[in-house]
Structures are given as C-alpha cells and as structure tokens.
C-alpha cells in the first residue's frame, strides 16, 4: 500500500488506495456528474450514456476514474497505467491511453456494444492516422476508422490505432520510396553532370559534321549532274 502511495502517477497514489481500502465507494469522479459507480461493470455503459447525452466527454482523463479502473477491473494493467503516465502532457498520447484501459475493461467486463463512446473516441483519435507516411496508408487507415466508430467496440478500436504490423508495413515503404528517390537523384545528377553535357556535345558534333558532309555531298551532285 506504501508503494502505492509513493507512486503519483493516474491509477496510483491516494485515489487507488482510498477504492482499494473501500471495496464498496463509488467512483468519484467529477464528471460522471453524480451518477453512483460502484461496480467496474457499470462504468462503460455510464459513461455511453453521458455522451449519448452532451455528444462528448467534459475531460478524457481523471485520477479518481483511473483509479477506479485499476482497484476493481481484476486484472494487472500496470503497463497500461505507465503509458498513460508517459504520456501526461500529451493530450492526444493521453486520450490514446484512456481508449487502452477503456478496451480492457470492455474486453473483461463488456458491454459488448459502446457506439457513443466508440464514436466519439474514433473523432478525438483521428489525428493518429497522420502518423503513416504513405498517403494510400492513411486513406486506408481512415476507412477503416470509420467503420471501427460505428461499431461499438472499443477493442477493435484500440487495435486499429496500435497496429504495429500496420505501422511497420509503413515504415517498410517509406524506406522503399526512400531509396527509390535516392537512386531517381542519382540518376538526374549523372544527367546534369559535365561530363553528360561533354558526351551530349561531342555526339551533337558527330551529327551536325555528318549532317554537313551529306549536305556538301548533295550540292555537288546537284552541280555536277544540272
């Protein structure tokens, strides 16, 4: 319980003691505007209703939800807990977070459907799409997005925005069309090179000589045979 104690980041300090030595309090958290939370089961279909309600959530991230989170879903998320710690300062790395432990506690606990909560945290999260390089990645990934926020699941969500089979494919292409720009550049500089433009210039000089030796030759004919 010390350890806890001494360690001040979300899912940790006096908040997660407080619901582990009160087994029965209620989450605390501000923006659950009242409604009693008692039971990790409840939380999602709470918090699908207030956005149902305002079309959003007033803060994605909250000490008292976290800890709550992490005194009753039943379950080691400790690795959760510190990328959500890593992440403070980040609002978006922060939200990223939020959606790893809300996919837990759907994965464990359901409701087997969130379209409201699912939707809304499909806009907030958008932007991490941006973070693929390829443009036909990105449109990709947006599609895919967009039939995920309809859906209601939080876990395929999740797995969508933390694809890292997605993100290597990426970074294998981008390497690809790094080194195919490489060897165009190459290829251009050898073009606009001296020595290029002196091997251009003495083939333009074989064709104009030859171009003036056929036309000597013509004139002569013309003269010796008019």
Sequence with gaps: MQQLMRHTGPGYGIERCLYMLNPHLPC???????????????????????????????????RHLTAFIASRIRANIDRLLFALEAAQGDAFMTKLGMLSLFAAVQSKHGPDELPHLTAWLARELEPAVDRYQGKSMRDQMRKK???????????????????????????????KAMREFASAAREIGALESKEFHDSVQRLGWRIASGISTSVSFATAVIVVFS
Excluded: M, W, Y
Excluded at 33 to 55: A, C, H, M, T
Excluded at 163 to 174: C, H, Q, Y
């Design 28 to 62: 605390q958290s501000e923006f659950l505007q009242g409604q009693f939370v008692s039971d990790v089961r409840e939380l999602l279909p709470i918090l699908e209703k207030l956005i149902e309600k305002n079309g959003e959530l007033p803060t994605i991230v909250d």
């Design 145 to 175: 997005l967009k039939a995920l926020s309809g859906g209601g699941n939080l876990v395929d969500l999740h797995a969508c925005l933390n694809s890292e089979n997605a993100l290597k494919k990426d970074e294998v292409a981008k390497k």
